[in-house]
């Protein structure tokens, strides 16, 4: 197990997340709390860059869902950038591709 890494960047009209490791049953709750250790306004976005990312299993995906509607309880908007192939199959799979926004990368967000 690698564990999981989170760095944040800031401005005003958004957040992003960068995760780096491994987002699994015993590190989601650490992605959790990053989120909600942010402070969202209407309109801000949160994004996840998975670029990093090496593995998520479903506890992982859960996180990712759990995170969206806490931002979206603010107004803010949520979104993940860079999602490694099997991931994106994943949520073409089970309906999250219309679900989430995804952007390629994070260069110039």
């Known amino acids: 197990m690698s564990?999981?890494?989170i760095?944040?960047?800031s401005?005003?009209?958004r957040h992003i997340l960068s995760l780096h490791g491994?987002?699994?049953m015993a590190t989601a709750p650490e992605l959790r709390e990053a989120c909600q250790g942010l402070t969202f306004t209407a309109g801000q976005e949160l994004v996840l860059d998975l670029s990093d990312l090496g593995f998520c299993d479903s506890s992982g995906v859960s996180a990712f869902i759990v995170?969206?509607?806490l931002v979206e309880s603010f107004?803010?908007?949520f979104a993940i950038a860079a999602p490694p192939m099997?991931?994106?199959r994943v949520f073409a799979m089970i309906g999250l591709s219309d679900f989430?926004?995804?952007y390629d990368s994070v260069d110039g967000l």
């Open 22 to 24: 491994d987002l699994d």
């Open 86 to 88: 099997q991931l994106t």
């Open 75 to 77: 107004g803010a908007t």
């Open 3 to 5: 564990g999981l890494a």
């Open 7 to 9: 760095t944040t960047r």
């Open 100 to 102: 989430f926004t995804l």
């Open 67 to 69: 995170s969206s509607r």
């Open 11 to 13: 401005s005003p009209r």
